[in-house]
């Protein structure tokens, strides 16, 4: 048995290492021909991680939770397994361990971090229980590949019951994931922010999470936040908000998303409010977990986020924000994000509709682009494989833009503009975010050395 876990290990090392020669990142097929060689070595290597493992599920913020946790988990000196590169199928969760491994086939760690799709939860936590799960939240995101939210619910539901001793760690304003969590019986512990924070948007915005999952019937709010988060309760089956055990508290958006947790004050230089929940989970996460957590902020300053969360990049005199909205919610909370900014400005949004993304790309429709109206663009460019659709759902709500497929095309003849705004937004869905990434490394870095150039000579 020791004999097939070396060599699964050893296979695993060797393809990436050829995929990293080829330009590939190479870490899933690593894990599927691991898993092939050995079935039993997910279950080996994961009982082998001294402390906690925890997996971090939901639709929105899985990434930023779980790196950013790791991040926190090994400035305290911990080792920590983690599924950085966003792999979080079943393939992905083994990499992370069979490349975490040595030589010997060990592995030598303290946490395991492990982000793992909502669909994919059912297929990982056989081969092991973990201490925790992370929800972060639920929303309908990629009707075509998850089918509707209840489909999705189930399979997380199923997950849960193959673990009775997991914790859950829950986003207490988020009424889906708490019945969720409520429904299994699972222990349970919340985060949340309590008090109004953002002016009340038209509640157009409140969707298919607003009605009670006990009795249908719609739930009241006492203050509310996005999506269907906020302070609910059912006025018919009494269904409410649960006591929050971890508050955010004093919530302050102007010069970056400040607020106090426990004792502790969090700034951050962020400027959008959805990012205070992934603060809140790694937060609270980190401290049930027995980290030291006096340099959380010096943590977050230090951190960098994975790809389009929150990455800004300098090309030439051009400030760009790479942002990722791969489903309704992320884009209404990528368009409050750019509303907060009140600076002129430039925006791209690409939308593809490759597998990953989802071919059904309806949801563009229900997202309220009407509020562009108010973030003064100098001028909108869509791209991507549906542009054009794009385009027309622009003309809907009444904002001119120009369409450019190509990303590349579209980001340069705005970098370039010499009377520009310098001031670029780019919201890309999922396949668009690896493109345009790299694009916007190479365009910084040739800036850079153009500018040192000029500087020297
Ligand atoms: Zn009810």
Same mark, same amino acid.
């Given at each position: 048995m020791y004999l097939r876990r070396l060599v699964a290990v050893w296979c695993a090392h060797a393809i990436r290492f050829f995929c990293r020669m080829c330009g590939k990142q190479g870490g899933t097929f690593a894990g599927r021909v691991a898993l092939r060689i050995d079935p039993s070595i997910l279950t080996a290597l994961a009982a082998e991680v001294r402390n906690h493992i925890f997996i971090v599920c939901g639709t929105n913020g899985k990434s930023t939770t779980n790196t950013l946790l790791a991040s926190v988990l090994e400035a305290d000196g911990g080792r920590v397994i983690c599924n950085r590169t966003g792999s979080n199928m079943l393939s992905g969760v083994v990499s992370a361990f069979v490349l975490g491994a040595g030589a010997g086939g060990h592995l030598d760690a303290d946490y395991a971090c492990l982000e793992v799709d909502e669909a994919s939860a059912v297929k990982v936590i056989p081969h092991f229980q973990p201490d925790f799960m992370i929800l972060t939240n639920l929303f309908r995101d990629q009707m075509d590949r998850y089918g509707d939210i209840d489909a999705t619910m189930e399979l997380l539901s199923r997950a849960i019951e193959m673990a009775p001793e997991m914790k859950l760690l829950i986003n207490g304003d988020e009424p889906l994931s708490v019945y969720l969590a409520q429904r299994n019986q699972n222990p349970m512990i919340t985060y949340g922010v309590s008090q109004q924070v953002q002016e009340l948007q038209d509640t157009k915005e409140i969707r298919e999470g607003q009605f009670?999952?006990?009795?249908?019937?719609?739930?009241?709010?006492?203050?509310?936040?996005?999506?269907?988060?906020?302070?609910?309760?059912?006025?018919?089956?009494?269904?409410?908000?649960?006591?929050?055990?971890?508050?955010?508290?004093?919530?302050?958006?102007?010069?970056?998303?400040?607020?106090?947790?426990?004792?502790?004050?969090?700034?951050?230089?962020?400027? #959008?409010?959805?990012?205070?929940?992934?603060?809140? !989970?790694?937060?609270?996460?980190? +401290?049930? @977990? /027995?980290?030291?957590?006096?340099?959380?902020?010096?943590?977050?300053?230090s951190y960098s986020p994975p790809p389009g969360r929150n990455e800004t990049f300098k090309i030439g005199d051009t400030k760009v924000m790479?942002?990722?909205?791969?489903?309704?919610?992320?884009?209404?909370?990528?368009?409050?994000?750019?509303?907060?900014?009140?600076?002129?400005?430039?925006?791209?949004?690409?939308?593809?509709?490759?597998?990953?993304?989802?071919?059904?790309?309806?949801?563009?429709? #229900?997202?309220?682009?009407?509020?562009?109206?108010? !973030?003064?663009?100098?001028?909108? +460019?869509? @791209? /991507?494989?549906?542009?054009?659709?794009?385009?027309?759902?622009?003309?809907?709500?009444?904002?001119?833009?120009?369409?450019?497929?190509?990303?590349?095309?579209?980001?340069?003849?705005?970098?370039?503009?010499?009377?520009?705004?310098?001031?670029?937004?780019?919201?890309?869905?999922?396949?668009?975010?690896?493109?345009?990434?790299?694009?916007?490394?190479?365009?910084?870095?040739?800036?850079?050395?153009?500018?040192?150039?000029?500087?020297?000579?």
């Open positions: 009670c999952k006990c009795c249908g019937e719609k739930l009241r709010y006492r203050f509310y936040h996005y999506g269907q988060l906020g302070d609910y309760c059912c006025p018919k089956c009494g269904f409410t908000r649960p006591a929050i055990d971890f508050e955010g508290t004093q919530v302050n958006l102007s010069g970056g998303l400040q607020f106090n947790i426990r004792d502790y004050h969090i700034k951050t230089g962020f400027e #959008d409010f959805y990012s205070i929940y992934n603060l809140l !989970a790694v937060y609270s996460a980190a +401290t049930l @977990s /027995g980290a030291d957590l006096s340099e959380f902020n010096k943590i977050i300053c790479l942002k990722l909205a791969k489903n309704q919610v992320g884009f209404d909370q990528n368009i409050c994000a750019i509303l907060a900014d009140q600076k002129p400005k430039d925006i791209i949004i690409l939308i593809n509709d490759n597998a990953q993304d989802g071919t059904d790309i309806s949801w563009i429709w #229900d997202v309220n682009f009407e509020r562009l109206h108010e !973030a003064r663009a100098a001028s909108v +460019t869509v @791209s /991507g494989i549906r542009c054009l659709d794009m385009c027309l759902r622009l003309k809907y709500a009444d904002i001119p833009s120009e369409p450019e497929p190509e990303i590349e095309a579209a980001i340069q003849s705005k970098v370039r503009l010499k009377d520009g705004t310098k001031n670029l937004y780019l919201l890309v869905n999922y396949t668009g975010l690896y493109e345009a990434h790299k694009i916007l490394k190479k365009m910084e870095e040739k800036s850079y050395e153009y500018y040192n150039r000029s500087f020297v000579s």
